[in-house]
């Protein structure tokens, strides 16, 4: 049997095993409420103290259960880098309507900017620009356009090495590009990285696009990254459009040398040949024009060969275009029409192959367009000169009947800029 003291001793035991027991399930029930219950509201801000010219002055605090207090609260936790918390207490502010317009704004950046802050930046991206859609002359209409253009810059990045790569291809230093589809890290859209960073910069360029200042300006930086990536995907039309919207909106950017050099070419490409709209060869045209004149680093040097050649390029095709058309005419048997075309590209293009053509088909058709004309008592059709030299005066040239009363072709269209 147990002595007095052994029983004591077991007594004891019990009781702390009892103590500790009950002490594990209360802990394992709080444990559980921490977790399904929000967190508490944040501290009341502190008393601070402001410097004004007769010295310092107590800054007066919100009233307490006010949004103000609220906010005012949330922003504590901001400066402490408590950012989960905060951005629970500052998503509640915004999304309340009743709020002030001012205070819902404050919210929302301060919200996305707790996101960014944790690395979450597809869903910063996604509050900045909701922001910036609510709140478009807001107070932190800046600050979160820069963040944003900063966010998509750095998605971009697996397409600068995607651009890098190919150049290694084409130079034969690979074999292939590494594909870049899916993203499972927090920074990063989980799929279509590249096509929310041209969102995100599209959203800059419009908020920005108001912007008077050169230092610190935005939307010409956005448009000329946009302008890359599609001129990279070869979506010619698209990279034309950033383009010239620089050369056009931001003359004194520091992209526009290198934005009108990219514009000719998009312009000069994003036709699809001779036998399609030929208005952006003739806009290219009239850009070399404009980038001879007004850039003189292109003007010059090897820049100048670059602007020369696109000119012999934008020439022959515009020259393929005229004769194009004649062909058009020959075929649907209206000879007259036809001769008049042949003759523009005669007089437009000396010295092409196109204008050799052209004086060829004016023999063939030559007999057919006389007879033509005799019966219908119009004047005579003059033989068939050689092809006009470069420089060498020309006649006027009066078009058809067909021509001259169709609507809108009553004279020939004006010759391109340039030789």
Not at 253 to 280: N, Q, W
């Amino acid at each position: 049997m147990l002595g007095t003291a052994g029983r004591l001793l077991l007594a004891g035991a019990g009781s702390v095993a009892l103590a500790g027991g009950c002490t594990w399930d209360k802990m394992e029930t709080w444990d559980r409420w921490h977790v399904l219950t929000p967190p508490p509201p944040p501290p009341p801000p502190v008393d601070s103290l402001i410097l004004r010219t007769g010295g310092l002055e107590t800054k007066e605090q919100p009233a307490e259960g006010t949004v103000e207090a609220k906010l005012a609260g949330a922003k504590e936790l901001y400066r402490l880098a408590e950012y989960t918390k905060a951005e629970r207490v500052f998503h509640d502010i915004a999304d309340n309507t009743h709020n002030a317009a001012t205070i819902g704004e404050e919210a929302r950046y301060y919200e996305a900017d707790c996101h960014r802050l944790q690395d979450d930046l597809p869903k910063a991206a996604d509050l900045y620009t909701k922001m910036l859609n609510d709140f478009p002359s807001g107070a932190f209409r800046e600050q979160a356009n820069q963040h944003l253009f900063a966010i998509a810059d750095k998605w971009l990045d697996d397409t600068r090495k995607e651009m890098e790569e190919t150049r290694e291809v084409r130079e034969g230093k690979r074999w292939l590009t590494t594909p870049h589809y899916v993203h499972v890290d927090k920074e990063s859209p989980f799929l279509d990285k590249e096509g929310r960073a041209l969102e995100a910069l599209d959203t800059v360029r419009i908020n920005d696009i108001l912007s008077t200042k050169t230092d610190g300006r935005l939307a010409d930086k956005a448009l000329f990254l946009a302008g890359n990536v599609k001129f990279f995907n070869e979506d010619y039309r698209e990279a034309d459009d950033y383009f010239t919207q620089i050369v056009e909106n931001y003359p004194d950017s520091p992209f526009a040398t290198r934005a009108v050099e990219l514009g000719i070419i998009c312009k000069h490409m994003g036709t699809g040949g001779a036998k399609y709209d030929g208005r952006k060869v003739a806009e290219a045209r009239i850009l070399v024009d404009k980038a001879l004149r007004n850039y003189p680093e292109l003007a010059n040097g090897k820049k100048r060969e670059f602007m020369e050649r696109q000119l012999v390029g934008i020439t022959l095709q515009q020259a393929e275009k005229d004769y194009e058309i004649g062909e058009f005419y020959r075929r649907k048997g209206k000879a007259p029409s036809a001769y008049f075309y042949y003759e523009i590209v005669r007089r437009r293009y000396p010295g092409t192959r196109f204008a050799d053509l052209a004086t060829q088909r004016m023999h063939e058709i030559h007999d057919e367009v006389e007879k033509e004309q005799n019966e219908s008592d119009a004047p005579k059709v003059p033989s068939v000169p050689p092809a006009a030299k470069p420089g060498q005066p020309l006649e006027r040239l009066e078009g058809p009947p067909e021509l001259q009363t169709s609507p809108g072709r009553s004279q020939p269209p004006p010759a391109p800029v340039g030789n």
